[in-house]
C-alpha cells in the first residue's frame, strides 16, 4: 500500500471530484455511518426522503452523531427531525446547513460556531454521490446525468450495483487501465485488435477501443467496439454497442490513502417489442451484467496482488501510461492549477491502428 506522497500527485492526499459513496438501495432513512477520504461521516435521510452527509461528530463536546443505540434522543426517534439531526449525547440538533438550530436546554443562547460540517451529496441513478473538494469549493465538474436510468420505456433494464469492497491499490493504478493496451489479450480475451487511442479533453479522458473476443464476439458480429471514458478522477463510464447496447459504471473513491472501494453496475437496452417477456428481458441484462462484472473481476485480481508501481517501465506499445498520470494530476492539486496539466496531455494519442473508421 503506497499514499500519495509517493506517486508525486501534487499538493493534495484526496482528489477533487465527484465520487460513489453508496448504492442508495443499502441506506435507509436512519443515520448510517462512512468512512471516504480519510473521514468518518454520517448519511441520513430528511423527512422529505433528502439525502445528506455530515461531519460525523458533534462539535460541542465530539460525540459521535450516528453511532448510538441506547440514548433517549435514539430511543424516542428524536434523531432526524425533519430535514435535520440531533446528536445523542447533549440533543444538540443541526440543520441541512450544518448550521445549530436547537439546543434543548439553552433555548436563548445558541453559539453561532456551533456549526457541525456539511458534504454536498446528489442521489442519481440509484447511487449516492458525494462532492469532495479539499480546498472546499462548489463543484467545477459536471456529475453524469445516467440518462439510461430513466429510459425505462426506451428498453433500457437498470442496473443493480456490484461491491467489490475495499482494495490495497493507489486510484492512480486503476485509471492506468485507460492506457494499457497490453492487457486486453491476456486479461480480457480481445483478440484481433484493430484500433486502440486514448482522447484528453480537460476533464475527460477517453478510450476507443476495438477489437474481436474469445467469447463475446462471433461471425455475424466480429467486432466488438467499446467507448469508455472517465469525466473526473472516480466515475467510469462504457458505451457498448452489440445485439443489446449497454452502459457500464465503473466507480471508485478513496477510503483512507492507499486504500479504495470499487463498484461496479451495467444497465443493458433489451426492447419490449422483441418478444421477450419482462422476466426474460431482466434475467438476460443480468447475464450480461454478470458478464460485465467478471470482465472487470480479472482486473481486480491483478490489483489486489500487486505490489505499487511508482514508475512503470514503459514501452512504446503499451500505452500512454505518462499523458495518463499527468492528466490526473490536475485533481490533486489546486483547480486554479488544472488547466497546466491538461495543457500538457490535450489531444489524441493513437496507440494501435492508424484509422479508427477504417478499422471499424
Known amino acids: 500500500m503506497a499514499g500519495t506522497a509517493d506517486y508525486k500527485l501534487g499538493s493534495f492526499t484526496y482528489p477533487r471530484g465527484w465520487f460513489m459513496i453508496a448504492d442508495a438501495a443499502t441506506l435507509d432513512a436512519g443515520p448510517t455511518t462512512l468512512h471516504f477520504f480519510g473521514k468518518d461521516m454520517v448519511f441520513y435521510r430528511g423527512e422529505s426522503g433528502k439525502p445528506h452527509l455530515v461531519h460525523a461528530y458533534c462539535p460541542h463536546m465530539g460525540a459521535h452523531i450516528g453511532h448510538n443505540s441506547t440514548s433517549y434522543v435514539v430511543r424516542d426517534g428524536d434523531r432526524v427531525q425533519g430535514e435535520s439531526i440531533r446528536c445523542p449525547f447533549h440533543g444538540w440538533r443541526f440543520g441541512p446547513d450544518g448550521q445549530c438550530d436547537d439546543i434543548p436546554y439553552s433555548p436563548n443562547f445558541i453559539p453561532k460556531a456551533a456549526c457541525l460540517k456539511t458534504y454536498r451529496v446528489i442521489e442519481r441513478?440509484?447511487?449516492?454521490?458525494?462532492?469532495?473538494?479539499?480546498?472546499?469549493?462548489?463543484?467545477?465538474?459536471?456529475?453524469?446525468?445516467?440518462?439510461?436510468?430513466?429510459?425505462?420505456?426506451?428498453?433500457?433494464?437498470?442496473?443493480?450495483?456490484?461491491?467489490?469492497?475495499?482494495?490495497?491499490?493507489?486510484?492512480?493504478?486503476?485509471?492506468?487501465?485507460?492506457?494499457?493496451?497490453?492487457?486486453?489479450?491476456?486479461?480480457?480475451?480481445?483478440?484481433?485488435?484493430?484500433?486502440?487511442?486514448?482522447?484528453?479533453?480537460?476533464?475527460?479522458?477517453?478510450?476507443?477501443?476495438?477489437?474481436?473476443?474469445?467469447?463475446?464476439?462471433?461471425?455475424?458480429?466480429?467486432?466488438?467496439?467499446?467507448?469508455?471514458?472517465?469525466?473526473?478522477?472516480?466515475?467510469?463510464?462504457?458505451?457498448?454497442?452489440?445485439?443489446?447496447?449497454?452502459?457500464?459504471?465503473?466507480?471508485?473513491?478513496?477510503?483512507?490513502?492507499?486504500?479504495?472501494?470499487?463498484?461496479?453496475?451495467?444497465?443493458?437496452?433489451?426492447?419490449?417489442?422483441?418478444?421477450?417477456?419482462?422476466?426474460?428481458?431482466?434475467?438476460?441484462?443480468?447475464?450480461?451484467?454478470?458478464?460485465?462484472?467478471?470482465?472487470?473481476?480479472?482486473?481486480?485480481?491483478?490489483?489486489?496482488?500487486?505490489?505499487?508501481?511508482?514508475?512503470?517501465?514503459?514501452?512504446?506499445?503499451?500505452?500512454?501510461y505518462g499523458k495518463v498520470r499527468i492528466w490526473y494530476r490536475q485533481f490533486y492539486n489546486p483547480r486554479e492549477e488544472a488547466e497546466a496539466f491538461r495543457r500538457r496531455v490535450r489531444g489524441q494519442v493513437v496507440t494501435f491502428g492508424e484509422d479508427r473508421a477504417s478499422a471499424a
Not at 428498453?155 to 485509471?175: M, S
Not at 463475446?216 to 471514458?229: E, F, K, Y
Not at 491483478?302 to 508501481?309: G, M, V
Open 125 to 320: 441513478a440509484g447511487i449516492i454521490w458525494m462532492w469532495h473538494d479539499p480546498e472546499g469549493g462548489a463543484p467545477d465538474q459536471e456529475l453524469p446525468p445516467f440518462a439510461q436510468w430513466d429510459q425505462e420505456a426506451d428498453g433500457w433494464v437498470r442496473w443493480l450495483v456490484d461491491d467489490f469492497g475495499t482494495l490495497p491499490i493507489h486510484p492512480i493504478e486503476i485509471v492506468d487501465n485507460m492506457a494499457d493496451f497490453g492487457h486486453m489479450s491476456p486479461i480480457h480475451g480481445s483478440v484481433d485488435c484493430r484500433y486502440f487511442d486514448n482522447l484528453f479533453e480537460d476533464d475527460r479522458l477517453v478510450q476507443r477501443f476495438d477489437a474481436g473476443h474469445r467469447t463475446l464476439t462471433d461471425g455475424a458480429s466480429g467486432v466488438l467496439s467499446l467507448d469508455t471514458w472517465y469525466q473526473g478522477p472516480g466515475i467510469l463510464q462504457a458505451a457498448m454497442q452489440g445485439a443489446y447496447p449497454s452502459h457500464m459504471l465503473i466507480a471508485h473513491t478513496p477510503v483512507a490513502d492507499g486504500v479504495v472501494r470499487l463498484w461496479h453496475a451495467l444497465m443493458v437496452k433489451v426492447p419490449r417489442d422483441g418478444g421477450t417477456d419482462e422476466a426474460g428481458r431482466i434475467a438476460l441484462a443480468r447475464a450480461y451484467q454478470q458478464a460485465s462484472r467478471d470482465a472487470l473481476g480479472q482486473d481486480v485480481e491483478i490489483w489486489a496482488n500487486k505490489e505499487p508501481s511508482f514508475n512503470p517501465m514503459q514501452i512504446p506499445a503499451d500505452g500512454p
